[in-house]
């Protein structure tokens, strides 16, 4: 077994980190180690400087002449282009806009159009809720459909794809354990079967390198609030393959995703491409936001990253497993770093106590129930010496016990 890196050897790795010179481009707090980025992304400075611009000039100036002169309208369609990249998507296939849980309302239900005669959308039961809560929904709305999942109906997703499977639903990167999934793979053998696959990517998108075009994925939603660093409720994004855009036909069918929104017109008439996965009016502020932090990542290299994430993580697990194992942490995260994204789970009995003082003390991770102690890797701003002195907080609560104080048992209304 290899010796433990020293504090030096650590330096060494951030002075030679190619994506050091991001970090002086978002807003940290001084004194807090941020290990919560995929649950909500850092501020950058440049997001700041578009909601700024958003609001005192666009908004407060020129009022409603913004949505021609800011190019208000056209934004969720140009973000998606840009977003593209990130994801292994081409132009014209991605459009920002709405939530996670509303475009994947949409997705489902135009997979199972572009699927008649198959009536089972196919989960996972250990799915991030919402995927749950709102396939579930779409069941109910449709008489005849069901919905299956793995770990309940069967023990691997693969097993309950058939010919009766209109649509898998799946997660690239498990929201808990932080498991990957083979993108490709999977999706071969769902279309095998003559289903369809719709990708949740809320906890890879800005984490690792994503191929939606090369996987031959048919449909996937995801979130920008987490790695992407677009802001608190930042509008999500969703992507249809260029395929199927003639053919999809999704249930919100609100005035954006019109032919002609500005006719009028009392009929609906479906725009062309990916604008007809639009519905209502975006959140013009929110999405000015996300310009910004977008700024930043057409400069990343995303292979770069992707080192980077498996470094850190890499660095975090040996650490955790070698000086706070014997304190009752266990694994959850595969070793794996081919099956890994860019956070790392250890379960603890107290799991919630112990984060709530690992808070306290300035190192924010986060608490999934019953028992997992979750941190998130972002490569942009977190640095190895970031992974040093995180773990050595950890280490200090777990063999003092002032996690087993009292006032960290207390549950917050949000965790």
């Given at each position: 077994?290899?010796?433990?890196?020293?504090?030096?050897?650590?330096?060494?790795?951030?002075?030679?980190?190619?994506?050091?010179?991001?970090?002086?481009?978002?807003?940290?707090?001084?004194?807090?180690?941020?290990?919560?980025?995929?649950?909500?992304?850092?501020?950058?400075?440049?997001?700041?400087?578009?909601?700024?611009?958003?609001?005192?000039?666009?908004?407060?100036?020129?009022?409603?002449?913004?949505?021609?002169?800011?190019?208000?309208?056209?934004?969720?369609?140009?973000?998606?282009?840009?977003?593209?990249?990130?994801?292994?998507?081409?132009?014209?296939?991605?459009?920002?806009?709405?939530?996670?849980?509303?475009?994947?309302?949409?997705?489902?239900?135009?997979?199972?159009?572009?699927?008649?005669?198959?009536?089972?959308?196919?989960?996972?039961?250990?799915?991030?809720?919402?995927?749950?809560?709102?396939?579930?929904?779409?069941?109910?709305?449709?008489?005849?459909?069901?919905?299956?999942?793995?770990?309940?109906?069967?023990?691997?997703?693969?097993?309950?794809?058939?010919?009766?499977?209109?649509?898998?639903?799946?997660?690239?990167?498990?929201?808990?354990?932080?498991?990957?999934?083979?993108?490709?793979?999977?999706?071969?053998?769902?279309?095998?079967?003559?289903?369809?696959?719709?990708?949740?990517?809320?906890?890879?998108?800005?984490?690792?390198?994503?191929?939606?075009?090369?996987?031959?994925?048919?449909?996937?939603?995801?979130?920008?609030?987490?790695?992407?660093?677009?802001?608190?409720?930042?509008p999500a994004f969703i992507y249809a393959a260029r395929r199927h855009h003639d053919n999809i036909v999704q249930p919100l069918s609100g005035w954006w995703g019109h032919a002609r929104p500005f006719a009028m017109e009392t009929g609906f008439a479906a725009a062309e491409g990916i604008r007809r996965f639009q519905c209502g009016t975006q959140p013009i502020l929110s999405i000015r936001a996300l310009k910004g932090a977008l700024d930043i990542w057409d400069e990343v290299d995303m292979q770069a990253l992707r080192e980077k994430s498996l470094a850190l993580t890499d660095l975090f697990i040996e650490l955790v497993e070698s000086r706070c194992g014997q304190y009752g942490v266990s694994l959850e995260t595969t070793c794996a770093r081919t099956s890994r994204g860019s956070q790392v789970s250890f379960a603890h009995d107290h799991a919630y106590e112990v984060m709530q003082a690992l808070i306290e003390h300035g190192v924010i991770g986060d608490f999934r129930a019953p028992s997992t102690l979750r941190f998130g890797f972002t490569p942009l701003y977190t640095s190895y010496r970031d992974v040093w002195d995180a773990v050595a907080v950890l280490e200090d609560i777990l063999a003092s016990g002032v996690w087993k104080e009292p006032r960290f048992a207390v549950r917050a209304a949000v965790t």
């Open positions: 077994m290899s010796a433990l890196p020293d504090l030096s050897a650590i330096e060494a790795l951030d002075a030679a980190d190619p994506l050091r010179a991001f970090r002086e481009r978002f807003v940290l707090p001084e004194g807090v180690i941020y290990l919560d980025g995929n649950s909500l992304g850092a501020a950058s400075h440049a997001a700041l400087a578009e909601l700024e611009t958003a609001a005192r000039q666009e908004w407060s100036q020129d009022l409603i002449r913004s949505w021609n002169t800011a190019g208000w309208f056209d934004m969720p369609v140009k973000l998606g282009d840009r977003l593209g990249r990130l994801v292994g998507a081409a132009e014209g296939q991605i459009v920002v806009g709405d939530t996670t849980s509303v475009n994947i309302f949409k997705a489902l239900h135009a997979a199972l159009a572009l699927r008649p005669g198959r009536n089972t959308i196919v989960a996972e039961s250990g799915s991030f809720p919402t995927d749950l809560y709102v396939a579930e929904g779409v069941v109910s709305t449709r008489s005849g459909t069901s919905l299956k999942l793995e770990g309940i109906d069967a023990p691997a997703i693969e097993d309950l794809i058939d010919e009766t499977v209109a649509v898998v639903l799946v997660n690239h990167v498990n929201f808990k354990s932080g498991t990957l999934r083979d993108m490709a793979a999977l999706t071969k053998r769902i279309h095998d079967a003559g289903a369809l696959a719709v990708w949740d990517l809320c906890h890879s998108a800005g984490a690792l390198p994503v191929e939606l075009d090369a996987a031959g994925a048919d449909f996937a939603v995801g979130c920008t609030y987490k790695y992407l660093n677009g802001g608190p409720g930042a």
